[in-house]
Structure formats: C-alpha cells, structure tokens
C-alpha cells in the first residue's frame, strides 16, 4: 500500500491515488508479454511514491514497449524511434520537478538510438531508464534486434543470427560517468518491483535492462532462466537491491557484490553461464549534467534576454 510520510502523520490527506489513478488506456500487449509486468511494478510504485500524475512523464520511442505512456495516465511522449533519451533529458533540462521514466526496448535503444543511449548515460540526468529487452524486434514481426542471441532463427535471419548478441549492460557499464546500471527478470515481480524502485531513487541516470518475455517471437529465449532459478545469478550486497528473505530464497545461487566495484561489476556482466540479476554499479557522486542546465530557470523574460545579449556579445570582433 502506499507510504505514510511519516509513521504517525495523522493528518487527513487531501489527495490520494490510487492504482487505477495511473492506470491509461486499455493494455493491447499480447497475453503472457512480459511488457505486462513493467507495467504493473511502476503503476505499483507510483501508487507506493504518491506520484502526482500530472509531476510523472514516461517517455518512449517505437517498439511494442514504446506503447508504454498511452497506458499510464501521467502525461507522457511516444517519440520516434531511438530518441526516447534526447527527449527525455530535454524534458529534464527544463523541470527538474517532474518524476521522468523512460521506456525503450533493444531495437529501439540498443539499434537505431546506440548514439543516444551512451551519450544519456555519459549526461546522467536524473531519469529512470528501463530498457525492456525481449531480443526481438516484436511491433515490426521477428526481425534480428542487436541482442537477439547468436544462431537465434528470425524473418530477417531465417538461417540464424550472424552475429553475437549485444551485452546492452556490458556496453553501459564501458561509458563513463554511468551511474547506475542494474539487472531484472519481468518473471520475478518482488525482484523487478525492488529494482526499479531503487533506480528511481537514485539520482542520475538509471539504467535497468529487464529480461522480457515475448511469447510471440523469443518464447524460448530465457526458458532455461525461467524454469530453473540455479540458472540466474543473485548478486546481493547491503548497498544493492533491498530484498526481504522470501525473494532471497527464490534464488539459490547468489554472489556477493559491492556495487561501488566496477571492475568486478564488468566481469559479472559478461559472464554468459548464467543470467545475473541485481546492482551491478551504483556510483552516486557522478557529475549530473541536469545541475547545470537547471541554473538559470526562473529567470525573468528580461533577465534572460540580457543573458543572451551577454552570450552574444562574446562573438564581437
Ligand atoms: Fe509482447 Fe512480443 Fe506481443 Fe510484442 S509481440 S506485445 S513483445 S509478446
């Protein structure tokens, strides 16, 4: 349920939503999509945070999880495709107010928008950035997307993928400045739910890729991980995910790691026995670039047509 500010605030409070408050336009996702599970963890954590709807924007670019915002009711920015990020940190750069989620799949963040993608998480804005990974690309019918494994059969690949997979964590982690990079399965609610919340916590860029089921077009990629939880990787550390004992159980096969560990969190992120979950890296003291684009707001008309006359004066010869 949603949080108290305060354990013994008894004050009657004038406004509170509810889950179906954040709940959009009628879900057209296919049964069984993971999609469905992102969905309901951040309509859960905006009801838990009391997110005022119309403070919240999620913003995407093109791919079956791009419909994302038609099915929030916050407002919210189906772009094109792979520019999710550069319309997210404008937004930021003018309303440092606004709780900004970003929604991309692997074609859309991982392809078209790469350029993006590392220049967003060298920025490290304060957004929420989750990248919902099916390896495939799914709106457009079962074409190779950057991730889709090696050998994987597709429309534009009958005879299998050439190429080996993109490791879309692996690459986040080599930008510099990156300051959060996490993991999740949309098969394990408590795990996803406590991820996301986490990363939207975090000031800066958050970026979390999420193993999601396409039972359309990849139903077997992630069957192995699905139906034998030794096949994920838990990484735990009292600086990472919070999890109560239950979701601990789930997961037998569990590693401890500091995520302040970069160099450690690189070598987990390319280990391809397993599929590892959890915090790879969090550092909180990177540079945010939205400080900077927020100096100045508030200005008056007048104040910041003197700045630009200042700016412009510099180009006198
Ligand atoms: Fe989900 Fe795949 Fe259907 Fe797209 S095609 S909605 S990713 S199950």
Redesign the pocket.
């Known amino acids: 349920m949603f949080e108290l500010n305060d354990d013994w605030d008894l004050e009657p409070k004038s406004r509170v939503c509810l889950l179906e408050d954040y709940a959009g336009s009628e879900v057209?996702?296919?049964?069984?999509?993971?999609?469905h599970a992102v969905l309901s963890a951040v309509q859960r954590l905006a009801r838990d945070k009391q997110l005022a709807p119309e403070k919240t924007v999620v913003v995407s670019g093109i791919?079956?999880?791009s419909?994302f915002p038609h099915y929030m009711s916050t407002y919210g920015f189906h772009g094109l495709h792979g520019r999710a990020l550069p319309v997210a940190c404008g937004i930021r750069s003018r309303r440092p107010d606004l709780d900004i989620f970003v929604v991309t799949?692997d074609g859309d963040c991982c392809a078209i928008g790469t350029a993006h993608w590392i220049h967003a998480i060298r920025y490290n804005m304060d957004l929420t950035i989750l990248l919902?990974d099916?390896n495939?690309y799914?709106?457009t019918?079962?074409q190779t997307s950057p991730t889709t494994p090696f050998g994987w059969r597709s429309q534009t690949h009958p005879r299998g993928s050439f190429f080996a997979s993109l490791n879309p964590i692996a690459v986040t982690l080599g930008i510099q400045n990156a300051s959060f990079v996490a993991q999740t399965i949309d098969w394990c609610p408590p795990h996803l739910y406590a991820t996301i919340r986490a990363a939207h916590e975090h000031k800066g860029a958050s970026f979390v890729r999420i193993f999601?089921?396409?039972?359309?077009?990849?139903e077997d990629v992630f069957a192995q991980a699905r139906e034998d939880p030794g096949r994920v990787l838990l990484m735990t550390h009292a600086q990472g995910i919070p999890l109560d004992a239950a979701v601990l159980k789930m997961f037998p096969n569990r590693a401890g790691h500091d995520p302040s560990n970069l160099a450690e969190a690189r070598e987990l992120a390319c280990r391809e026995d397993v599929c590892t979950i959890g915090l790879f890296y969090r550092n909180p003291g990177g540079s945010r670039y939205d400080e900077v684009t927020a100096q100045g707001l508030g200005k008056t008309p007048g104040e910041k047509l003197a700045a630009i006359e200042m700016a412009l004066d510099g180009f006198m010869v």
């Open positions: 057209r996702w296919c049964p069984g999509c993971g999609d791919g079956c999880s419909r799949g919902l099916n495939i799914g709106l019918k079962n999601q089921r396409c039972p359309h077009f990849t």
